[in-house]
């Protein structure tokens, strides 16, 4: 498999400066960055995860690509000793202070997995060198360092595509919970016994309405032929915002409905953590201020009358690299 690459800054840190490698590791592609202590991304690289996902194979191809990082085309400009420390997220369950990966999302057949000692022995680390972080998690730590979000301690990320996620910060740390599974919005309840969704065994789930999935699906449910959506053979998301942006009335009514639903997940956050600001990432955020604007309107009207409302509600900035500058600032503030 070919490496796909690009530096990111005009070539690598200056000689002994602090150096941490972030990898973002996901059920198709697998991205490695080299960043400096101040959160400039040095170079990225992404390759294929390819067919074989058993975890000693992963493991060898995380080691080549991160050795591949540290090469301007055949020359060396870095070695692996250099890197201080290497974090790692992947969507899933985990143990991240014992760096097993209980149940991943996209890789198959993996079941306590200890990511963290597979690693470290196959670069010759300590262990502690190496950091084990939620896919989510990594992503609002890249904007707390770097993107909307930097310098902020009380923040909430919210992730709309085929589901919704979510990550939680308080008083400038990660809310994690007792198991590991805090910050799990798009699984809260948002109509008792409502519609099914998923395969969690719960029905009325906030993503089960307010997710890019379920908003293809409500927008075929009730499609009639005054619709411009009706014209269409297959239906996704981004073309209800089209539709709605263009006039369709019954697409702009799912717009306004969805939106409404993640204003009042926003606001249960509220009242749950207390954040100074809340940022929206994924497909759907990608409508931008068309979602955003109806969100913060929605927001408004079933926000409490005791204060007015202080916490902002943005898009995300960290881009596609958000999980390798959040996995290497996970294992940054490992170090300290």
Same mark, same amino acid.
């Given at each position: ?208 309405? @307010? /997710? #890019?999935?379920?908003? $293809?699906?409500?927008?075929?449910? %009730?499609?009639? !032929?005054?619709? =411009?959506? *009706? ?84 898009? @995300? /900035? #960290?881009?596609?690299? $958000?999980?390798?500058?959040?996995? %290497?600032?996970? !294992?940054?503030? =490992?170090? *300290?």
């Amino acid at each position: 498999h070919r490496f796909m690459g690009k530096h990111a800054h005009p070539g690598p840190g200056r000689d002994g400066e602090r150096l941490f490698a972030g990898l973002d590791l996901g059920g198709t592609t697998m991205s490695a960055g080299l960043l400096n202590a101040h959160g400039v991304l040095l170079k990225v690289l992404s390759q294929e995860v390819g067919e074989d996902h058993s975890p000693q194979c992963i493991v060898k191809r995380i080691r080549a690509l991160l050795e591949a990082l540290l090469c301007n085309g055949v020359e060396k400009t870095h070695r692996l000793e250099e890197i201080e420390a290497l974090g790692v997220c992947t969507p899933g369950l985990m143990d991240t202070v014992a760096g097993v990966v209980r149940a991943a999302a996209n890789l198959r057949g993996w079941r306590e997995v200890p990511l963290v000692r597979l690693l470290a022995e196959e670069l010759g680390w300590e262990p502690s060198r190496v950091s084990l972080e939620n896919d989510t998690n990594a992503a609002l730590l890249a904007e707390a360092w770097t993107g909307a979000a930097a310098g902020m301690k009380h923040i909430v990320l919210v992730t709309v595509g085929t589901g919704v996620g979510g990550a939680i910060m308080c008083d400038g740390r990660l809310l994690r919970g007792s198991k590991g599974q805090a910050g799990e919005i798009g699984h809260s309840i948002l109509v008792p016994d409502g519609r099914p969704f998923g395969v969690a065994g719960v029905n009325g789930i906030l993503e089960g309405y @307010a /997710s #890019a999935s379920a908003l $293809a699906i409500r927008a075929k449910e %009730a499609l009639s !032929a005054d619709s =411009s959506l *009706s014209e269409l053979k297959a239906l996704d998301c981004e073309d209800v915002f089209k539709h709605a942006e263009a006039g369709d009335k019954y697409a702009s009514d799912l717009v306004q409905e969805t939106a409404r639903y993640l204003a009042i997940g926003c606001i249960n956050c509220c009242r749950f953590v207390d954040p100074e600001l809340i940022l929206f990432s994924g497909g759907m955020a990608e409508a931008g201020e068309a979602l955003l604007k109806e969100i913060r309107r929605q927001f408004e009207k079933y926000h409490w009358n005791l204060e007015p409302v202080r916490v902002r509600l943005e898009l @995300a /900035s #960290a881009g596609r690299n $958000a999980g390798v500058i959040g996995a %290497a600032r996970a !294992a940054m503030m =490992s170090q *300290s």
